[in-house]
C-alpha cells in the first residue's frame, strides 16, 4: 500500500479540492481537522461552542483538543488517509508522527502559492453546505449559479473565516508556523513541493506522480 499524504498548504491553496479528487479517483479517505471543528459547531457540542470565537477570529485552536478529536475521527487500519490542515505547527507534526501515524509511511505535500494570490482566492471561494463541493465565483463557478453541480444543494455559502478581515489573520497565523514544519519534513525525506497555480488536473498529476 502506499504512504498517507499529508497536505500542507495556505488556507485557499487547493488542499480540499486535491483531496476530494484523491478520495474519489484513489480511495484515500480524507480527514480536515477544520471540516471536524465545524461539524462539532454546527452539531453545537460543547468543543463546538468552545471553539467557535477562535475558529471565528482565524487563530489556531489548542493542539491538545485537535489530536484529540483527530484521533476520535480516523481508523489507519487498512485505510490511507489524506490529512487535510493538520499538522499547522511543529509540534502537530512531531505529533501526528508519534501519537497518530506510529510508523506508518507517509508524505508530506506542500501546495507551494503566491500568497497575495490567496486573498482574491478566498473571498471568492464557495462550499456546497450540504456535500462539501469547493467553487470560486473567479475560476471554478457552479454549472448554475447558486446550485451545487454535485448533488443539487442550493446552499452554497461563504465560510465565516472566508471574510477579508479575518483572512488576513489566517494567512499571518499559516506564515508564522509553517517554516518549521516544512523543514521537518525536508530533514526527514518526506516532503514533496508542488505549484499550487497550476491547474487543479496538473497538480492531480503531479501528486500522483510523486507518490
Ligand atoms: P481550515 O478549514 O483548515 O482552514 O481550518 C479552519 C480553522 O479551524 C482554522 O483557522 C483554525 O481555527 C481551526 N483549525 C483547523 N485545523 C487546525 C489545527 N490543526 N490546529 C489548530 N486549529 C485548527
Known amino acids: 500500500m502506499s504512504s498517507h499524504l499529508i497536505f500542507i498548504g495556505a488556507p485557499g491553496s487547493g488542499k480540499g479540492t486535491q483531496a476530494s479528487r484523491f478520495v ?5 479517505k480524507h480527514v480536515s481537522t477544520g471540516d471536524l471543528l465545524r461539524s462539532e459547531i454546527a452539531k453545537g457540542t460543547k468543543l463546538g461552542l468552545e471553539v467557535k470565537s477562535v475558529m471565528d477570529s482565524g487563530s489556531l485552536v489548542s493542539d491538545d483538543l485537535v489530536i484529540k478529536l483527530l484521533q476520535a ?18 509540534d502537530q507534526a512531531k505529533a501526528l508522527d508519534s501519537e497518530v501515524l506510529k510508523g ?5 505535500i506542500y501546495f507551494e502559492i503566491d500568497m497575495a494570490k490567496l486573498v482574491e482566492r478566498l473571498t471568492n471561494r464557495r462550499t456546497c453546505k450540504d456535500c462539501g463541493s469547493i467553487y470560486n465565483l473567479m475560476f471554478k463557478k457552479p454549472k448554475v449559479t447558486g446550485v451545487c453541480d454535485k448533488c443539487g444543494g442550493t446552499n452554497l455559502a461563504q465560510r465565516v473565516d472566508d471574510k477579508e478581515d479575518v483572512i488576513a489573520n489566517r494567512l499571518k497565523v499559516f506564515n508564522d508556523a509553517n517554516a518549521p514544519v516544512l523543514k521537518y519534513y525536508q530533514d526527514l525525506g518526506r516532503l ?8 487543479e488536473d496538473q497538480i492531480f498529476n503531479l501528486i500522483s506522480q510523486a507518490v
Open 192 to 199: 514533496v513541493i508542488v505549484n499550487a497555480e497550476s491547474s
Open 73 to 90: 475521527n480516523i481508523d489507519l487500519v487498512g485505510s490511507q488517509y489524506i490529512f487535510d490542515g493538520y499538522p499547522r505547527n511543529i
Open 24 to 28: 474519489a479517483e484513489k480511495a484515500y
Open 104 to 108: 506508518s509511511k507517509s508524505v508530506a
